[in-house]
């Protein structure tokens, strides 16, 4: 009977031991706990970030210009400030890295990372930009550019812009309304026909026009105007009522006309898109937050910049010559019928947005 219980006692121990060996042998060793699915990613804090980010800002064109201080300046000055010192921009005049002919294209591709000028260098690189520039006997004031480019829902032109500007890869980040493009002249231009026969410098949409009212354009560069007027090489030129008084030009002409040819021309900023897509959104969010404030404040330089340069032209001896009414109308007729086709036939979106111009002319009574 003992030998017969140590017997048992001995194969349930036997037995013991090889159930917790198969045991062990079938199981998985205990997972070490998913730190990753219990431990979330912090969210990016939306506020000023610690680095701060350096840009660098050459326009197409110097100090000289009325866009630089009543501008571009107001605007780096704003940025800097919403931005809290994040944002730093290095103002360079035309030619310090490129040439203003070749500072869009620097822009784009990443040479520069902030670029100035008027319709894209007057729509040769980017034919939209002249939609910015503003439409031959288009917005009458800069209250009104504002309402179709981007205040109104339901123009919006603003928007067409853009696109054609993120294809370039830049993105359109300032406005400016530099007030009336009009021509000022050795001979009094009281009607349409008076632009007739005469020699005056004019480019990209100023050329256009000049060629449709009957003139003829001479593509000169800025610096070289004065002196061509001196001369008589040419017999005036067309320019913006503000920054006239800065280029002296009352010193070489007699007449300045007004509206002017473009009642509401602009100057546009825009900025690298890679370097404006790597800014945080908090950066992002507060330069696009000074778009319609410093379009508003620049603007108005601009417009005391008018009354100062007519104010200069009258005491030098010059004539304001005001064009009536029914001569408005003539030249705004013929300004829609032949001369923004021609913007229109640049590019899909260029016809887009004279189509969306003229209903707004068409909605505000005046065609």
């Known amino acids: 009977m003992r030998r017969y219980s140590i017997l048992v006692l001995v194969v349930l121990l036997v037995f013991s031991i090889f159930t917790v060996l198969g045991c062990q042998g079938d199981s998985e060793p205990p997972k070490e706990p998913d730190k ?11 506020g000023p970030p610690d680095e701060v980010t350096k840009l660098v800002f050459q326009p197409c064109f110097d100090s000289g210009d009325a866009g630089w201080a009543k501008g571009i300046v107001p605007w780096i000055e704003a940025v800097e400030e919403a931005t809290e010192g994040t944002v730093k921009i290095e103002l360079l005049p035309s030619g310090s890295i490129t040439s203003g002919d070749e500072a869009f294209g620097a822009c784009a591709s990443g040479v520069t990372d902030i670029f100035a000028g008027w319709a894209t260098v007057y729509g040769g690189d980017m034919p939209e930009g002249m939609l910015a520039y503003g439409m031959a006997m288009g917005a009458e004031n800069f209250d009104e550019a504002w309402e179709a480019m981007w205040g109104d829902p339901k123009y919006r032109i603003g928007d067409i812009v853009q696109e054609a500007a993120n294809a370039q890869n830049m993105h359109w980040v300032g406005w400016t309304d530099q007030g009336p493009n009009s021509a000022f002249t050795k001979f009094p231009i009281r009607s349409l026909e008076d632009f007739a026969g005469h020699k005056l410098r004019a480019g990209g949409p100023q050329a256009i026009f000049l060629k449709a009212m009957g003139g003829t354009p001479v593509a000169l560069d800025a610096s070289e105007i004065y002196m061509s007027i001196t001369l008589g090489t040419i017999e005036g030129t067309l320019w913006d009522w ?6 002296k030009f009352y010193e070489v002409i007699q007449y300045g006309m007004m509206p002017g040819w473009c009642p509401a021309q602009h100057q546009e900023i825009y900025m690298n898109l890679d370097k404006w897509n790597s800014l945080t959104d908090w950066q992002r969010d507060q330069i696009e ?7 508003f404040l620049t603007s108005q330089m601009h417009h005391e910049g008018v009354e100062q340069s007519m104010k200069a032209l009258e005491d030098s001896g010059g004539e ?3 064009l009536s009414d029914t001569e408005l109308e003539r030249i705004r007729l013929k300004a829609i019928e032949e001369i923004w086709p021609e913007t229109a036939a640049l590019s899909d979106l260029c016809a887009k947005g004279v189509d969306i111009w003229k209903q707004y002319l068409e909605d505000k009574g005046k065609i």
């Not at 503000?242 to 280029?247: H, K, L, P, R, V």
């Not at 937050?289 to 379009?295: C, I, L, P």
């Open 36 to 46: 990753q699915a219990d431990q979330q990613e912090p969210a990016d804090e939306y």
């Open 242 to 247: 503000s920054g006239m008084q800065d280029m």
């Open 289 to 295: 937050s000074v778009f319609e404030s410093t379009y």
């Open 320 to 322: 304001v010559v005001y």
